[in-house]
C-alpha cells in the first residue's frame, strides 16, 4: 500500500512538476559536469550520478544520451531481477513458505514484463516521443511496485525484494526526470 502512494506522489511529480521544471532550460556552467546538472533534476540524485557515472557513454552524452542511458541502466536492473528472482527460487534449503515462492512467481512475471516496457520506452525515446517514454517507464514502475505488492500481502513474512524493488522504482524515477527535460 505504501508503494502505491509513493506511485501517486511520483506520478503528480512527474506530470505536474517536472514539465514545468523541463521548461527551464539546462544551464550548465563553466566546468560543471553535464550529470550532475542533470542528476540535481532527479529525486534521487546519488543514485542518479553513481548510475550515470558507472557507464562510459555518460562523459560525452549530451541530455538525450544521459536519458538512453538511464533507461539501459533500469532494463539491465531489470534482467537482473529476473535473474535474482530465479536463483531465490532455486535455492533448496530456504526457510520461505510456499506463499513467497508464489510471489516470486509472480515477480518474474512482472519485471519481464518491466523490461518489455523498457525496451519500448527506449525505442519512443530514439522516435522522441516523450510522452510515450513516460507512459513505458511508468508501467515499468508500477510492475515493480505490483511485484511488492504481491509479496508484502501476507503480514507474517517479509518481501525478499523489497529494497530491490525500490532500487528499480528509484532508477525508473531518474530515468523518467532526465526524460522530462527534452520537452
Known amino acids: ?28 556552467s563553466d566546468g560543471e559536469d553535464l550529470v550532475v546538472t542533470t542528476c540535481n ?3 534521487y540524485s546519488k543514485l542518479c550520478l553513481s ?14 544520451g544521459l536519458a538512453i542511458v538511464a533507461l539501459d541502466i533500469c532494463n539491465a536492473h531489470g534482467a537482473h531481477m529476473i535473474s535474482h528472482v530465479n536463483e531465490l527460487k532455486s535455492q533448496k534449503n530456504t526457510t520461505y513458505p510456499p506463499y ?23 525505442e519512443a525515446l530514439e522516435n522522441k516521443s516523450y510522452s510515450s ?11 515493480s511496485d505490483s511485484c511488492e505488492d504481491g509479496c508484502s500481502d501476507n503480514l507474517e513474512y517479509k518481501s525478499p525484494l523489497t529494497l530491490k524493488n525500490q532500487h528499480f522504482f528509484q532508477l525508473c524515477s531518474n530515468a523518467l526526470a532526465i526524460t522530462n527535460l527534452l520537452g
Open 51 to 64: 548510475s550515470l557515472q558507472s557507464d562510459p557513454r555518460s562523459p560525452t552524452a549530451d541530455v538525450k
Open 1 to 28: 500500500m505504501a508503494m502505491h502512494n509513493l506511485l501517486a506522489l511520483f506520478l503528480f511529480i512527474t506530470y505536474i512538476v517536472c514539465p514545468l521544471d523541463a521548461a527551464r532550460v539546462l544551464d550548465v
Open 133 to 143: 517514454v513516460n507512459a513505458f517507464t511508468t508501467a515499468a514502475m508500477t510492475d
Open 41 to 43: 533534476h532527479t529525486l
Open 100 to 122: 513467497i515462492f508464489s510471489c516470486l512467481d509472480d515477480c518474474i512475471n512482472e519485471y519481464q514484463e518491466a523490461t518489455g516496457n523498457l525496451k519500448e520506452a527506449a
